[in-house]
């Protein structure tokens, strides 16, 4: 049986001064896949065994999001990303270490997160975080020819996917990685009939979420129920 508990405040990751609490998922080997597609459709989130969603007393800023893969349509930019990175062959993988891979995700962190603490993550943290889970999760690799370019973590879960995290190699110039990715997350989940992608938590007020909202229509939880995140919110 599943318990829940809440964490004591610390300080939030994103928004600067303000504190955060977690409710937290107990017992962690109790959550397979199928437990964890009905606790991410209630709003809850996994990093490696760890399985929680914000419970903040005084804010609400953090909204859980996810894709209507069916009714996606891309823009302009995203045509061109994808059109971009068709060189890139994507092969699927159960989790596994590679040195490689964590070179290039230290690169990443390094790149475009210094200075957020993630950019000093040992090998330990960083398998913790991405190679260790007890639900239906794969490891994508993306090569440009020889050249490892992006890893993806993913969850596969019985109405969609659930994006874990991606890092990609951010020295080359004018490279959509990012949101090549999620476009191929997309067409991944509808060659295999399922309905959403998980994106994770939205925050208005984050400059590093805002590229969630350019993929409509965007799905939030609100109230305990998903329903059109309104344009209005993120304009």
Not at 99 to 114: E, G, T, V
Not at 149 to 176: C, E, K, N, Q, W
């Amino acid at each position: 049986m599943l318990k829940f508990h809440t964490t004591n405040p610390y300080s939030c990751s994103y928004i600067p001064g303000k504190l955060a609490s977690s409710e937290v998922a107990m017992p962690e080997h109790l959550i397979d896949t199928q437990t964890y597609a009905k606790l991410i459709q209630a709003g809850f989130r996994r990093s490696g065994h760890y399985t929680y969603r914000p419970n903040c007393t005084h804010c609400h800023a953090c909204l859980p999001v996810r894709i209507d893969v069916k009714a996606f349509a891309s823009n302009r930019a995203q045509r061109r990303a994808w059109k971009q990175h068709q060189c890139l062959i994507a092969t699927q993988h159960a989790l596994h270490y590679r040195p490689h891979h964590y070179a290039l995700y230290q690169r990443y962190q390094i790149q475009r997160h210094s200075g957020g603490g993630m950019d000093r993550d040992c090998r330990e943290q960083y398998q913790n975080f991405l190679l260790q889970s007890h639900v239906n999760s794969k490891l994508i690799e993306f090569h440009d020819q020889e050249q490892l370019r992006m890893v993806s973590i993913i969850d596969v879960l019985p109405d969609g996917l659930s994006s874990v995290y991606t890092f990609y190699d951010a020295d080359i110039a004018h490279a959509s990685f990012g949101t090549y990715n999620i476009l191929w997350q997309i067409e991944r989940c509808r060659e295999l009939g399922l309905s959403y992608l998980y994106l994770g938590y939205w925050i208005k007020e984050s400059r590093k979420m805002r590229y969630k909202v350019n993929f409509q229509p965007l799905e939030v939880l609100l109230d305990g129920q998903w329903q059109l995140l309104d344009s209005s919110s993120f304009s």
